[in-house]
């Protein structure tokens, strides 16, 4: 049957296995994403609803994937199969492949900017904008070329690929072992030098005096999408890398250390972005533009801002490299466990197939930008399909999955494991975590679902 009980790959430590999680967690959502919406929704007060659905729905969610994880020491189809023996759950795993291969297909798109940017950047281009109109022309030029955009896209998926390519430990966790101290560090440079602009302060009170005003019903339901988004949740990732983790080892803890640097990454990604927006009054809900065409500009206005601007960009390509080696790595585990492929003939195949399905998402800001689906183009149907429906559905039916089907019995034997100390000294966490698990989660994710398909 599967290659799974040979031989399977391992993390190497307790810390390569954080760093690999926070890898996959920490992205583009931090730091191009979370700033706009947070701008968009009213600063402070979204931040703390963001904050709430991180912990009472990110948090246990991330805890199951992790355990189904390590408990079934497959890929997310391999796993569910594993512990139920239902096809209905096989094909929530199948869901979360499919979904893999689908985000990744067009967050290569978005990374492939932020790789093109760094050229852009060490060339000094961004000397030549002395407003808006001059960077966003210059910013829709460059994603309207096709050359540039599917270049940059395609030299993004080869590094991706080669990463996974050489497996969890020699290539997953030593890459993000390098790479993940030296995103904090770029990213707490980026904050000191917000800070120190004259003007950042009002910055910083957009981030910590709510504005009640402008969150609406709408807001709370974005917050929790970006909860999921942010944490890489619902569709296996969290899994499949949980399914390389000894028996034990403490998930309750790591899950919780993974959340913690999520989100106080985005926190100081927020910090660094609205202290130079502030400081150079721009608008901070500019929308999905906010980094490529505000920063850009402010840059050249900034002491030090030629060196600023490559070290920022080159950190929001390393924040997409390490999320996009989690995408990846679900589609590899899923051909290697159930189909015996080898690793590296699925990251060949399977990349390849990733780039054919990304070029359509790349000429959506081009040649086929008048191109719709049901009213959007492809880039736009790609997200809209994956964040809004596949990834809330799937942590919803993860969930129902720990609590109702597989039974919160069997799954806290497992949970106890390496964790033991824990349901000794604290069972009121463990208390907690099984009522979110079993009620809030499902309930709360089934609202963003009935919003996301206009039904509320
Ligand atoms: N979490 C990443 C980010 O914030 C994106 C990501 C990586 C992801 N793997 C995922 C999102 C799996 C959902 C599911 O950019």
Redesign the pocket.
């Known amino acids: 049957m599967s290659s799974a009980n040979q031989q399977r790959e391992n993390w190497g430590s307790r810390v390569g296995f954080i760093l690999a999680a926070a890898g996959?967690?920490?992205?583009?959502?931090?730091i191009w994403k979370f700033p706009y919406i947070a701008g968009e929704h009213g600063g402070a007060a979204f931040i703390f609803i963001y904050l709430i659905c991180i912990a009472i729905i990110g948090l246990p969610v991330l805890i199951a994937e992790i355990l189904i994880g390590r408990t079934g020491k497959r890929n997310p189809v391999g796993s569910f199969k594993f512990l139920s023996k239902s096809k209905i759950w096989t094909s929530v795993g199948f869901m979360g492949v499919a979904a893999g291969f689908l985000?990744l297909s067009y967050y290569i798109v978005i990374a492939g900017w932020s790789l093109g940017y760094i050229i852009e950047a060490v060339k000094g281009t961004f000397y030549d904008f002395n407003q808006v109109n001059t960077s966003s022309s210059y910013f829709e030029s460059l994603t309207g070329n096709t050359t540039w955009t599917i270049s940059f896209m395609l030299l993004f998926l080869s590094i991706t690929m080669v990463f996974v390519y050489f497996g969890v430990q020699k290539g997953i966790e030593r890459g993000s072992k390098i790479m993940m101290p030296v995103l904090l560090i770029l990213l707490i440079v980026s904050a000191v030098k917000g800070i120190s602009l004259p003007g950042s302060d009002k910055g910083i009170s957009f981030l910590l005096e709510p504005n009640w005003d402008l969150v609406t019903g709408n807001s709370i339901l974005v917050a929790l999408g970006h909860a999921f988004?942010?944490?890489?949740?619902?569709?296996g990732?969290m899994m499949t890398y949980g399914s390389y983790l000894k028996k034990d080892s403490n998930i309750f803890s790591s899950s919780l250390q993974v959340v913690f640097l999520d989100t106080i990454i985005a926190l100081i990604a927020g910090l660094a972005i609205f202290t130079v927006v502030f400081a150079t009054q721009q608008n901070p809900s500019a929308g999905p533009g906010l980094i490529f065409h505000t920063l850009p500009i402010v840059f050249t206005k900034m002491s030090g801002g030629y060196v600023f601007s490559i070290l920022f960009f080159l950190l929001l390509s390393i924040a997409a490299l390490t999320?996009a080696i989690?995408?990846l790595e679900v589609v590899v585990s899923y051909f290697v466990d159930e189909k015996g492929w080898t690793r590296h003939s699925a990251v060949i195949v399977f990349g390849g197939v990733t780039f054919l399905i990304g070029v359509p998402s790349a000429l959506s800001f081009n040649i086929l930008s008048d191109f719709h689906i049901f009213g959007l183009n492809f880039f736009d149907l790609a997200d809209y399909i994956t964040a809004n429906i596949m990834?809330p559905l799937g942590g919803m039916l993860i969930s129902i999955f720990v609590a109702w089907v597989w039974g919160l019995n069997k799954s806290l034997v497992e949970l106890k494991l390496g964790a033991e100390g824990l349901f000794e000294n604290y069972p009121i966490i463990i208390k907690f975590w099984k009522i979110f698990v079993k009620y809030f989660a499902p309930v709360l994710i089934f609202l963003v679902l009935l919003n996301s398909l206009g039904i509320l």
């Open positions: 996959s967690a920490i992205g583009l959502g931090n985000i988004f942010t944490l890489s949740l619902g569709m990732a999320s989690s995408l990834l």
